[in-house]
């Protein structure tokens, strides 16, 4: 049997963390330990096959994989060129493509006999994702979020808390994701001996963005064997949101030596790249250290972290994982960004015309892939990740449109 | 010999332990910080640590983090800190500064560039906190022509390799976290630094500072039997949220006064 965490294509990053220039382990002393504790137990099990197994079970019987590849006919009539598939992360429990991660690390957790989990969360999906995990495993459970974000995802706020976890508002900084990973990373540092820190995205220090990439290729490996049995094909290009990157890593790294296969990862342009207003340091900033790793990063002349601004809390981060950093600069994937009206309409287009209501970070993949569908011919092959779906958005496209739900 | 190992040396000659407050620059504005630091010197202080503002000081307690907070609304950057030290200077040539903070700041400068005009402004040590000697390699080769020391972090979690590995890297002083923890959280258990310093001491010879937690004149004088310096920071710092300018130049060097008293006392 092939062993699902790897794809083959791993050779970044090198034994220190390293994705060219980019990732690294820029943490202080205390967590130096830890990390390498965690680093050692990720490389024994991702051997191992009983944990293996167990993972794939879970995924299978729990979370619901595979999920679909499906083809989006009538969206792709409405575009009028290139073919598109719509990879269906949203169907999976919890509703989007975090629950790959959280399954996997809290199975690492469980085996390093760590009896607490912490985790930050932006949108809420990785938060409601790890409570969800840390019940089924009845660990104890503290996500940290923006008081920002509690606000516009009060949800899943609800949510995980139905589910044991205890939701700690951060008001701190901007009081968003970013302040939530420093307020998680302060816990873990406190707390290091009976704590598990399970990160969301392919950030943090090494070997977060490693081992996070590794739980999300699943996606990845499915959408292709999936596309291979139903056209008998590679797709010609690949599309998915990037704020920290982990769903566009699951969805790009099983196909990075497939060269005729274009990526793109779509960034948050907020209201507009040329007001500042945004949240896409690939296209609009540049490399320095940040919770962990180098990296591209929205930051001042002074090196100071700026407020980023998207209609989508998942994206609405100042980082990227730093091996999208290295694909940026290897060439090797496109960085565009779509702002919040683009990715409204397709969120929009898309549940009009599909019956599949987007999250709106996915939303900003399916807006990119409106304008390249038309570019492509039609025998021509593009699959989007659907990362996550919309429910938990309803009350932010209402409130746009002057709806109380 | 550089400023930091003279006054450690000259200190030791004395039996004396150094005492090393922190404050951040630019807290509660960027005109007193200055003469806030010729005040702690007078105070007693034997080194001083300058906190570089940072937006994301995620090492750090509520108390560092508001006052990294106010020094950004202050507008103070990496260089007015380093202007900071150049005045300081004009009227000590002799107390070491240490810059404290994270390394973005000085990622956006430039290595080389940050290291020269840090050398400069006078300033003697660097400490990113974010930075394990791991990924120090080109920093330390930009710091090392200017003379100025690249200060790092030991921790409880730290075990023998991290402290060997930490002493081909380091030089000056090494700044040894007392708890596990951020800034300020928590109280110091003197038994377990006792220790810890004991099992550093055989494979560092650098002098060994020992801060994060330390909070009154009592802990302040027990560390000082075990330690080589006391740094002391939330405790100053906290007191900045309530006084106004004026008090927070008498009040933060009567508290390091108090810590020298008790420290001498030991």
Redesign the interface.
Same mark, same amino acid.
């Given at each position: 049997m092939l062993n699902p965490l790897h794809t083959g294509n791993e050779h970044l990053p090198d034994d220190?963390g390293h994705f060219g220039p980019y990732g @690294?382990?820029?943490?202080?002393?205390? /967590?130096?330990?830890?990390l390498t504790a965690l680093r050692q137990a990720y490389e024994k099990y991702r051997e191992d096959s009983t944990f293996i197994a167990e993972m794939d079970d879970d995924l299978h019987h729990y979370v619901g994989r595979p999920s679909p590849l499906y083809y989006a006919q009538r969206w792709t009539k409405r575009l009028g060129g290139a073919r598109i598939y719509l990879k269906r992360e949203d169907l999976n429990h919890t509703g989007a493509h975090k629950v790959n991660n959280t399954i996997g690390q809290a199975l690492l957790a469980k085996r390093m006999g760590k009896t607490r989990i912490i985790a930050e969360t932006g949108a809420g999906q990785h938060g409601v994702a790890t409570a969800t995990v840390a019940a089924r495993l009845g660990l104890e459970c503290v996500v940290y979020m923006g008081t920002e974000d509690i606000k516009r995802q009060s949800l899943n706020v609800y949510r995980m808390r139905l589910l044991g976890a205890e939701v700690r508002g951060v008001s701190? @900084?901007t009081k968003t994701l970013?302040?939530a990973l420093?307020e998680a990373?302060?816990d873990w %540092?406190?707390? %290091?001996?009976d704590t598990f820190y399970i990160i969301g995205t392919v950030a943090g220090p090494h070997p977060y963005p490693m081992m996070v990439r590794d739980f999300q290729t699943v996606i990845g490996r499915e959408a292709k064997q999936q596309l291979h049995a139903q056209t008998g094909k590679l797709p010609d290009a690949l599309v998915a949101c990037v704020g920290g990157g982990s769903n566009a890593i699951g969805l790009f790294h099983p196909f990075l030596e497939d060269k005729s296969v274009a990526f793109y990862g779509v960034e948050a342009a907020g209201d507009g790249l040329e007001t500042g207003r945004h949240a896409a340091p690939l296209c609009a900033g540049r490399? @320095? %250290? /940040?919770?962990?790793n180098?990296t591209y /990063?929205m930051?001042d002349?002074? @090196?100071?972290?700026?407020g980023t601004h998207s209609i989508s809390a998942g994206l609405d981060y100042p980082g990227v994982g730093p091996e999208h950093a290295w694909l940026k600069d290897s060439g090797r994937a496109n960085y565009v960004a779509i702002d919040d009206k683009e990715a409204l309409d397709a969120f929009h287009e898309l549940t009009r015309l599909e019956g599949i209501l987007p999250a709106l970070e996915s939303s900003h993949a399916l807006a990119y892939c409106k304008k390249l569908a038309p570019t492509m011919e039609p025998d021509k092959i593009i699959i989007v990740n659907l990362s996550g779906r919309g429910d938990k958005d309803i009350h932010t496209v209402a409130a746009l449109e002057g709806i109380e739900v | 010999m550089s400023r930091i190992q003279s006054r450690f040396a000259q200190l030791k000659n004395n039996q004396k332990t150094a005492l090393i407050p922190f404050v951040t620059a630019g807290d509660p504005n960027p005109g007193i910080t200055v003469e806030l630091m010729h005040n702690l010197v007078k105070a007693g202080a034997n080194l001083l640590e300058l906190g570089v503002p940072f937006s994301d000081p995620m090492a750090d307690g509520p108390v560092i983090q508001l006052a990294s907070e106010r020094a950004l609304e202050n507008g103070v950057s990496l260089s007015d800190v380093l202007n900071m030290v150049t005045e300081f200077r004009q009227n000590d040539p002799d107390t070491p500064v240490i810059l404290m903070g994270y390394l973005n700041p000085v990622e956006v400068m430039g290595y080389d560039n940050f290291a020269k005009r840090a050398a400069q402004a006078g300033v003697d040590g660097v400490l990113t906190v974010d930075l394990p000697p791991e990924e120090s390699d080109d920093l330390i080769k930009a710091l090392h022509p200017q003379h100025i020391d690249p200060i790092f972090l030991l921790a409880p979690t730290s075990d023998i390799r991290r402290i060997e590995r930490i002493s081909s890297h380091a030089s000056g002083f090494v700044y040894y976290v007392s708890v596990k923890g951020v800034t300020g959280s928590k109280a110091v258990d003197v038994d377990a630094v006792a220790n810890k310093l004991a099992e550093i001491r055989e494979h560092i010879q650098l002098p060994l500072g020992v801060g994060f937690g330390i909070r009154d004149p009592e802990t302040a004088a027990q560390v000082a039997s075990v330690a080589d310096a006391v740094i002391v920071g939330s405790a100053l710092v906290q007191k900045i949220e309530t006084l106004s300018p004026e008090a927070v130049l008498v009040e933060l060097p009567a508290l390091v006064g108090k810590m020298r008293a008790a420290m001498d006392a030991v």
């Open positions: 220190r @690294g382990i820029f943490a202080s002393e205390t /967590l130096m330990a830890p701190s @900084g970013k302040d420093n990373m302060r %540092v406190t707390n %290091v001996d490399p @320095g %250290v /940040l919770h962990g180098r /990063l930051e002349n002074d @090196g100071q972290i700026i | -």
